[in-house]
């Protein structure tokens, strides 16, 4: 019943939408009575009020029409229908409204033989026309609808008023029943009119009504003669073809061929084209004969037969199990064919090959018209009169004998128009301009493929308000409408060639349409109907038949490595040489295309395909005599015509009629055929050796072979009178066009060979066997967490999407992960206003495309952007009362206007200042609406994710004297990934949630985390019918991705050497395509299985989607399970787990898993959504604590770092970290450092006490290390020496000093480490100070210390580590709250990292000039200003800088000397708070390289 009801309700908007298309309205008949003539009713009458119209019916008429409104819409009501169905085209014909006041309907034409002569009876009061309309009569004003009188009786008949207003109340009480319940009510108005659109939808409603009612599975074949039964062999006269009937036991109960093969096939001609849509088969009544599987051809002329596939890809069909039962079989897809052939693939082993078959289907009408192709066309020319509808669609069937050719020219004014072409079997949208075939159309579209190949192919073109659909076959492209076809009209419609619509102009086709043409209809009209009764909008051009002749062409396909066909050699002819013509088609690159022996020389000529080319090979004796190389890429798909011949001393190869090529030679042999050519291969058991084929076999089609001028019929050779064969499919060219529509997705460029397609996926930024899945994240949450940092990275915010990925900038050095988008201006910029313009309007476009920004938005928990104001004497918002002086658009698209300003709340018009209460001015809300001689400023964030981001910015008040003006728009930042963070934690076995169901048909892509204690559990599970999908953990180390398409389960395992219940996380990547299945787990290599060759694809589930468990409720997975998506669509599990028992949001214990990313004793932190490294106890900072802590130091230059003098011990009043205060007393040190310096002697560090002891770490003069102990100040230092020489050149080392008690150990980079023993107690006491560089207070100090510690040390000190204290650190990163004074210019470098030991490695930093510098209350700092004079002293700069760097190159080549340590520049430093190092507030602020090692180069 709901199927019933939503095919009512979608008949009545059927008929509604019918007769609004062709110009159904109400006219008043009073209009009518005052123009005084007949009114066509497709134009809506002068000064005719729509909200005037009011339905009128004759109470029988209102009857009908209120059973079926209640019918429709009670039954859609009540079942809650919405949905529609397709109807046939419309019928229906303008009604009019004669003089008079009859209403004129169209005619009903009745079925052929459902009278006989004589005319129908006529209903009281009612009139056919000559034409056959239906004439009703005129309904008559009522009484006081005019001035006196009285009312006419119409045609005769009379009605008493009292009964008839009796009869309208009773109407009307019926009709109130239904008032309120989703019934139409119609009421009587106080003036007649008459409804022609009422007439019209009960026409179509009764129209559709049956049409849906009409069943089509009329059994086709039951009462068919003998005659119309063909096989291809016959066992006796009783297992004839003619016994195939379904239930009969005629004859031996069936068909039976004389033997038993893949070579047998049953043919039916039903008579004439029909409309097939089921098959049933039976097997050989009474015997042990039936069929197992077959192949289903089709054809229209019994020739040139097509196999009928399943989803595009399974050839053969399921036979019976016994003799007896019936199985049928729905095609997907009905067949328009006369003839159909059933060819046996596989039989009861234990029998025979027995048949019965029935076929169901319906009559199939069709107008056909056929084009010779040199200029025959039919044209269309629209009336001017007509009303055109916003919708309006051109489709039509075709099948051509040739591959190239207009279809159809649609022409407007202005010589606009849309032209469907084929060009080489592929259908063209084109677009023309002009109309001139000189104008280069533009190409809208481009579907189809093979459509060449003379069989019926459906074209539909349907023009919307804002697209074109265009149809071919069962695939649809959608276009967007270029903006000239807005107010576009079409005035002309030709096909068959392109006519001009001004005579004057020529034809813009180069090639016409040779074929025939079928149902060609516009908006339901059907034309070639028209056309043969001679209407005088079509006309007919050229040579045009109202038939579909066609020539009968025989191929046959090599589809395999068995596939061969032999046929004799010719007789010997006249000129004693070679001709040999065929033509081919394949998409191999490679394969033997014929072969023959030379009789009389003893070798062999071999034609093939190498490279998709072709060649001719002569050999001889082992040895080639000759070879020929003619054409390229001849694996296109396309026919492609060979003419060999030899004669008279000349051998020539022509190729596509020497369009494709031609090659010549002259051989010293004669060139003959000899008993036997073999086409495509040869045959398996051939022992004589009179075929050999040293190359691959060929995979295509052949057809039109002539050997001397001789044409070979292969139906001889099909029923073995001629030549012989194996493998072949006779009369049938088995191509397939694999790559259209291609399955390759993301622009991934597809490929194909004869039996399979590929997918070039490079460049696009998407893996797998259809390019479907990403190999880029999701954002930079998930960069990071993969270990990486901070830097340029390609995302892609959803995944397997359609949005393409995107390069951001990932801002890792802060808590949060930024990701960073940029636009064309992010500077700080002065407002130069344009003459005669009184506002300055900017605009800003970013570096990612629309769809992109909205999902980063959507996407990230947080987004921001700057906006600020410099100004003086300019004011920004005015008051909140007056008008905004500027404002900004932002937000999607080109973004909605904002009067606010950063810093404050939208929709608020006050700026940052307002929002806080300290503007400069209390009157006003922003600084710069103060309106002063001084420069004031207005700046803050926008944080309104729905506001962003900043399109354009106007700003208005520029203009006056004394204004000037500065802006800055940063880039867009955005943190946070909600979907990487989207967890959900499953308590029981038994929890689960639940989703809609999956779609995934063709490509499907989950990927997710997971962690769990629990050894086995079903991560994800959805059913179909037959099909499902499901994700489990099989065991403890083993993931299994399962499911069926139809073709049975098919199973992929990934095994993990390390147990996955160990709570930690791990991640899961499974994959399902047309072609193949993969599943990968964390990082290991993925596992994957290929699909059937011929299969089901499609995956159709009608269930509900479960995570964490089965619709079973039986091994449900105990854990979490994080950031689930599907086809790159995150399922929000929090959400859903908020709601459901069993199952909590959220899934905390992150260290477990990324605690080992915290490098350098940095301590892995719990947040709710993720983690953070602190590095609060390393030497090394950064978001893992990876990176180096560096300083460049020059002679003089110190950080000292005081320990706690002796008395605070003893107050206990530490409050502050370990990094920075430690004990006094010490009983063992733990010291590392990396340096780089050329100077030697040097001292690295030193610790000194208030007992006069120390600790010294130095390099002394033969480029040793040592470390000098003094523990005891009345003894001397006890000096230790490393072995390691050469440390004072240039490369950076690392030391590392351990001590404990009186051992020590030293090890210098990765060299042995070296044990030493000391003398003394082993006690550092009271430890006072550490001391980096120069050391000032030496007088304590051994004179040759002394001396060495005045100096100081130049070079590079990094990661300096001493116990708990890093000293380094804080005095760069930590000045203001730990205990270090700094001598001397102390700035921070990259100079201890590994990457700059290599002068020549390319330094690996992003940075961003993302702020421009620091804008004080004065004049602001506009350097972001691009003016001319700074590009041309740039240039300058550059210039000189490249002259100066040569020379200096020059000289050190020359010298070879060793260089000084030497400090190149650096831009400065900013002081951070936070032990990250954020972005520099300074243009191109960056930390480069300070130093030059001792080293030679050009």
Not at 495 to 515: E, I, T, Y
């Amino acid at each position: 019943m709901r199927c019933v009801a939503s095919a009512l309700r979608g008949a009545v908007r059927q008929a509604e939408r019918g007769c609004s298309e062709i110009g159904f309205e109400e006219i008043s008949l009073s209009e009518l009575e005052r123009r005084g003539r007949s009114v066509s009713l497709l134009q809506q009458p002068p000064g005719f009020s729509a909200a005037s119209r009011r339905l009128i019916m004759d109470p029988g008429t209102k009857r009908v029409a209120g059973i079926i409104a209640r019918v429709a819409l009670l039954l859609s009501s009540s079942f809650g229908t919405t949905g529609e169905v397709s109807t046939p085209e419309a019928l229906c014909q303008c009604a009019t409204v004669r003089q008079g006041g009859a209403v004129t309907l169209p005619r009903l034409e009745e079925k052929e033989g459902s009278r006989k002569g004589g005319k129908s009876k006529e209903s009281d009061g009612e009139k056919r026309d000559e034409g056959g309309a239906v004439t009703l009569p005129r309904l008559e004003e009522k009484e006081g609808s005019r001035k006196g009188g009285k009312s006419k009786e119409s045609d005769g008949e009379k009605r008493d008023e009292e009964a008839e207003k009796e009869e309208v109340e009773k109407d009307d009480r019926e009709d109130s029943k239904f008032e309120g319940k989703g019934a139409l009510r119609f009421t009587e108005p106080q003036e007649y009119w008459v409804s022609a659109r009422l007439h019209c939808v009960i026409f179509f409603f009764f129209s559709a009504l049956l049409w849906l009612t009409e069943v089509c599975d009329s059994a086709l074949v039951s009462n068919l003669p003998p005659s119309s039964f063909r096989s291809s062999s016959q066992l006796s006269s009783s297992h004839a073809p003619g016994f195939a009937k379904l239930n009969r036991r005629e004859g031996a109960g069936g068909w039976s061929p004389l033997t038993s093969d893949k070579y047998q096939w049953l043919e039916v001609d039903l008579g004439e084209r029909t409309k097939i849509t089921a098959l049933a088969t039976q097997g050989r009544y009474g015997s042990s004969d039936w069929l197992t599987s077959y192949l289903l051809m089709f054809s229209d002329t019994g020739h040139n037969w097509k196999q009928y596939r399943q989803e595009d890809s399974i050839g053969s069909f399921p036979g019976n199990s016994n003799a007896d039962s019936v199985v049928q079989y729905k095609l997907q897809q009905p067949a328009i064919a006369r003839f159909l052939r059933l060819i046996p693939l596989d039989w009861n082993p234990s029998g025979r090959i027995g048949l019965r078959l029935e076929t169901y289907g319906c009559p199939y009408t069709s107008d056909v018209v056929s084009f010779d192709g040199r200029g025959s066309s039919l044209v269309y020319r629209f009336s001017p009169r007509l009303r055109r509808t916003s919708r309006e669609v051109v489709s039509l069937k075709f099948k051509t004998l040739r591959n190239s050719g207009t279809l159809a020219h649609a022409e407007g004014e202005g010589g606009l128009s849309l032209t469907l072409d084929l060009e080489r079997g592929k259908l063209l949208l084109l677009l023309r301009q002009g109309g001139s075939s000189s104008s280069e159309p533009r190409r809208l579209a481009s579907l189809g493929s093979l459509l060449d190949d003379r069989h019926w192919h459906h074209v539909a073109l349907e023009r919307g308000s804002a697209h074109l659909n265009l149809t071919v076959d069962k695939h649809t492209e959608r276009v967007q409408i270029p903006a000239e076809f807005s107010h576009w009209d079409i005035k002309q419609l030709s096909v068959g060639a392109a006519q001009s619509l001004d005579a004057q102009k020529p034809v813009v086709s180069k090639r016409n349409f040779h074929g025939c043409l079928e149902n060609l209809l516009y908006n339901g009209l059907n034309l070639i109907e028209r056309a043969k009764h001679n209407d005088h909008q079509v006309i007919l051009m050229g040579n045009v038949t109202f038939s579909c002749a066609e020539p009968v062409s025989v191929a046959v396909t090599f589809p395999g490595p068995q596939s061969f066909l032999q046929l004799p050699g010719a007789a010997t002819s006249a000129s004693g040489g070679v001709s040999v013509r065929f033509q081919f088609r394949t998409w191999n690159k490679a394969g033997l295309l014929l072969t023959f022996d030379l009789p009389q020389q003893g070798g062999v000529v071999w034609l093939y395909l190498s490279e998709a080319r072709l060649r001719l090979h002569i050999h001889k004796a082992g040895r080639a005599m000759l070879e020929l190389i003619t054409g390229s890429a001849l694996n296109d798909g396309q026919w492609h015509s060979v003419d060999l011949t030899s004669g008279r001393g000349r051998l020539t190869i022509a190729l596509d009629k020497e369009e494709g090529g031609v090659a010549h030679a002259s051989p010293s042999f004669p060139v003959t055929v000899g008993n036997q050519l073999f086409f495509g291969g040869c045959p398996a058991e051939d022992d004589s050796k009179k075929c050999r084929n040293p190359f691959d076999i060929f995979q295509g089609c052949v057809r039109l072979i002539t050997v001397d001028d001789q044409p070979v019929d292969l139906i001889l050779v099909q029923q073995r009178l001629l030549g012989n064969y194996s493998h072949l499919q006779i009369d049938m060219c088995g191509i397939i066009d694999r790559c259209s529509p291609s399955r390759c997705e993301h622009g991934g460029r597809c490929s194909q060979t004869w039996t399979v397609f590929h997918c070039n996926c490079s460049d696009s930024g998407y893996s797998g066997a259809t390019c479907h899945s990403s190999v880029y994240e999701q954002s930079c949450e998930a960069y990071k967490h993969n270990g990486n940092a901070s830097g340029h990275f390609y995302i892609d915010v959803d995944g397997s999407g359609p949005v393409k990925p995107q390069l951001v900038y990932c801002n890792m050095t802060e808590e949060n992960t930024w990701m960073v988008i940029q636009h064309n201006n992010t500077e700080l910029t002065r407002v130069r206003p344009s003459p005669g313009v009184s506002q300055q309007l900017v605009h800003f476009d970013y570096s990612t495309e629309e769809e992109q920004l909205l999902a980063i938005t959507s996407q990230s928990q947080h987004c921001e952007q700057e906006l600020s104001y410099h100004c003086r004497k300019s004011r920004l918002l005015n008051t909140p009362e007056g008008s905004p002086l500027s404002w900004w658009l932002g937000g999607p698209g080109p973004g909605r206007l904002q009067t606010y300003w950063g810093g404050a709340q939208p929709g608020s018009r006050q700026c940052a200042c307002g929002l806080q209460g300290d503007c400069v001015d209390p009157q006003h809300y922003c600084n710069c609406d103060a309106d002063r001689m001084e420069w004031a400023e207005d700046s803050g964030l926008l944080t309104h994710k729905e506001s962003l981001p900043v399109r354009s910015l106007v700003l208005g008040d520029i203009r006056r004297p004394g204004s000037e003006a500065a802006y800055r728009v940063g880039p867009l930042r955005c943190h946070g990934d909600k979907n990487f963070w989207n967890a959900a934690f499953f308590d029981k076995e038994t929890s689960y949630l639940h989703f809609p169901t999956f779609h995934g048909e063709l490509s499907a892509d989950i990927s997710f985390l997971f962690k769990t204690t629990a050894s086995s559990g079903v991560f994800l599970e959805n059913l179909g019918i037959k099909d499902f999908i499901r994700i489990e953990l099989s065991s403890s180390t083993q993931v299994l991705f399962s499911f069926d398409v139809g073709n049975g389960p098919l199973e992929v395992r990934v095994g993990s050497s390390v147990p996955l219940d160990d709570n930690r996380w791990h991640r899961v990547r499974a994959e399902r395509n047309v072609k193949e299945a993969s599943l990968r787990l964390d990082e290991l290599p993925a596992a994957t299985q290929e699909a059937p060759a011929e299969g089901h694809v499609h995956l159709q589930l009608n269930s509900q989607l479960f995570i964490g468990g089965t619709a079973s409720r039986q091994k449900g997975f105990r854990g979490c399970i994080r950031s689930l998506q599907l086809n790159g669509v995150t399922l929000d599990l929090e959400e859903r787990a908020k709601i459901t028992p069993g199952v909590r949001p959220g899934c905390p214990g992150h260290c477990s898993s990324y605690g080992s990313l915290c490098q350098n004793q940095g301590r892995c932190v719990e947040r709710v959504n993720g983690f953070h490294c602190d590095c609060g106890l390393s030497a090394y900072t950064g978001v893992f604590c990876h990176t180096e802590v560096s300083a460049i130091f020059k002679s003089g230059m110190s950080v000292s770092y005081t320990f706690k003098e002796p008395y605070e011990l003893i107050r206990n009043s530490s409050a502050l970290p370990s990094s920075i205060y430690s004990d006094m007393t010490l009983r063992g040190e733990n010291v590392s450092l990396s340096f780089r310096t050329n100077q030697s002697p040097a001292l690295l560090l030193y610790v000194s006490s208030y007992y006069r002891e120390y600790l010294a770490l130095l390099i002394n003069k033969h480029d040793e290390l040592e470390v000098r102990y003094k523990l005891d100040s009345s003894r001397e230092a006890e000096v230790l020496r490393s072995r390691i020489r050469s440390l004072a050149n240039g490369q950076l080392h690392t030391v590392t000093v351990r001590r404990l008690t009186d051992s020590v150990s030293v090890q210098v980079n990765q060299n042995a480490r070296e044990d030493f023993n000391l003398t003394s107690d082993g006690e550092f006491n009271a430890i006072k100070s550490l001391v980096l560089g120069s050391v000032h207070d030496s007088d304590e100090l051994d004179p040759d210390l002394a001396r060495l510690a005045s100096l100081g040390f130049t070079g590079c000190l990094s990661v300096v580590h001493f116990n708990s204290i890093r000293p380094l650190k804080a005095a760069l990163l930590h000045p203001d709250t730990s205990p270090v004074v700094v001598t001397g210019p102390l700035v921070q470098s990259n100079c201890g990292s590994s990457a700059s030991a290599n002068p020549h490695a390319a330094e690996n930093t992003h940075h961003l000039s993302d702020q421009s510098g620091s804008v004080g209350s004065g004049q602001p700092l506009v350097n972001a200003i691009r003016t001319d004079s700074a590009l041309i002293g740039g240039v300058i700069a550059v210039v000189i800088f490249v002259i100066v760097a040569g020379l200096a190159i020059t000289a050190r080549f020359l010298y070879r000397r060793k260089e000084t340590y030497r400090n190149q520049d650096v831009k400065g430093v900013k002081r951070e708070e936070s032990p990250d190092f954020p972005f520099s507030n300074q243009t191109d602020s960056q930390n480069v390289s300070c130093e030059n090692r001792k080293e030679y180069f050009i």
